[in-house]
């Protein structure tokens, strides 16, 4: 057997299950993109590692099928992503204008429910081409796959990838691989099936580095981002099998941390035994706002939470914004967890 056919043979056993309905949405994505020369390609504002991954992931696919690609985010790539190939394709902008002022380049959303969620002006009246994998997705797009039960919007890049037989390159696969990793919660949410260890198997065929990958993003923080834990451990509060705490944006400034450094601290109020529900709470500067994490461990859907006060995700990490004073926005956020888990 050579190492082609190997290669072959694996990703075949690598590719998801599928069903029609995504084929044929797969089918007509890469139908439309085979009609534009040119794509902007964006995500949600304060992205996180799905969505740099992914985006960087697509580019490199657009790439291959001879288009020439734009990645404009609204908002800077965090520091613990720094690593992944390519990233100085990413521009950041506050408008899609910038790029394209004469509104002709259709523009791809990966994992955005409206191009509200990008934070970019200059999407209005553009060809949008929608990609998502949360709950809360809706079809706003000219053309539009929302896959609920995939595991990242990153899995969906690689079917798309599979689909228009392009190379899956080591770049691609490490950004796929990171992308993966972070939006499953290394691996421990429900959305992480059978599907998807074969899927980073067959990135890691390809040139993922899994060790490395893992200690980029999780091995790399600034001390900063420690010195926030430590606030907002030391503001912990439980309630039965509830746990919540917070930052303000008073404390943030004081020790010099950004809004990124307090990526992940949700996940260490739910691992406490016991809690089925967590959220974190981070203060807006001179907005009146707080913003919330949630995740849950299965028992309590967290995305219905979110939905519910205009934001959204998935079943077990979902986030969204409430107004202030802080006891104002606790109390109204635990109403509704302590409803959800009676």
């Keep these: 057997m050579t190492p082609q056919t190997a290669t072959q043979e694996l990703q075949q056993v690598s590719q998801p299950a599928k069903t029609p309905s995504h084929e044929g949405q797969i089918a007509a994505i890469l139908a439309a993109i085979r009609q534009?020369?040119?794509?902007?390609?964006?995500?949600?504002?304060?992205?996180?590692?799905?969505?740099?991954?992914?985006?960087?992931?697509l580019a490199e696919v657009l790439d291959q099928l001879g288009r020439k690609v734009e990645i404009i985010l609204a908002d800077p790539v965090p520091a613990t992503?720094?690593?992944?190939?390519?990233?100085?394709?990413?521009?950041?902008?506050?408008?899609?204008?910038?790029?394209?002022?004469?509104?002709?380049?259709?523009?791809?959303?990966?994992?955005?429910?409206?191009?509200d969620r990008t934070g970019l002006l200059g999407l209005e009246g553009r060809a949008l081409f929608n990609i998502d994998h949360h709950a809360s997705g809706r079809?706003?797009?000219?053309?539009?796959?929302?896959?609920?039960?995939?595991?990242?919007?990153?899995?969906?890049?690689?079917r798309i990838a599979v689909a228009a037989k392009v190379r899956i390159t080591p770049?691609?696969?490490?950004?796929?691989?990171?992308?993966?990793?972070?939006?499953?919660?290394?691996?421990?949410?429900?959305?992480?099936?059978?599907?998807?260890?074969?899927?980073?198997?067959?990135?890691?065929a390809h040139g993922a580095n899994p060790s490395q990958i893992a200690r980029d993003i999780y091995f790399s923080n600034p001390a900063?981002?420690?010195?926030?834990?430590?606030?907002?451990?030391?503001?912990?509060?439980?309630?039965?099998?509830?746990?919540?705490t917070w930052v303000t944006s008073e404390d943030m400034e004081r020790i010099g941390a950004g809004a990124e450094d307090c990526e992940g601290v949700v996940n260490y109020l739910i691992s406490i035994a016991e809690v089925e529900a967590a959220v974190f709470?981070?203060?807006?500067?001179?907005?009146?706002?707080f913003r919330l994490s949630i995740r849950s461990k299965g028992k309590i859907d967290v995305a219905?939470?979110?939905?519910?006060?205009?934001?959204?995700g998935h079943r077990s990490a979902s986030g969204c914004t409430l107004h202030g004073p802080l006891d104002v926005a606790i109390g109204r956020i635990l109403t509704q967890l302590r409803t959800g888990l009676c």
């Design 139 to 158: 079809p706003f797009g000219v053309v539009n796959w929302i896959d609920e039960h995939a595991c990242a919007v990153a899995a969906m890049v690689y």
């Design 36 to 57: 534009h020369p040119r794509f902007l390609v964006t995500s949600h504002a304060r992205p996180d590692g799905d969505a740099i991954g992914s985006v960087l992931a």
């Design 281 to 289: 709470l981070r203060e807006v500067p001179d907005a009146s706002q």
């Design 81 to 115: 992503y720094a690593s992944l190939p390519n990233l100085d394709r990413v521009r950041r902008a506050p408008s899609a204008d910038d790029i394209d002022p004469d509104k002709n380049t259709p523009a791809i959303l990966l994992e955005c429910d409206g191009i």
């Design 224 to 244: 900063s981002k420690i010195r926030l834990l430590g606030i907002a451990l030391s503001n912990l509060q439980t309630e039965g099998d509830l746990a919540w």
């Design 304 to 312: 219905k939470i979110a939905e519910h006060f205009g934001g959204g």
């Design 171 to 204: 770049s691609m696969a490490t950004c796929l691989y990171a992308a993966i990793l972070s939006d499953t919660g290394t691996f421990t949410y429900s959305s992480t099936t059978a599907e998807t260890f074969a899927l980073v198997h067959d990135l890691a």
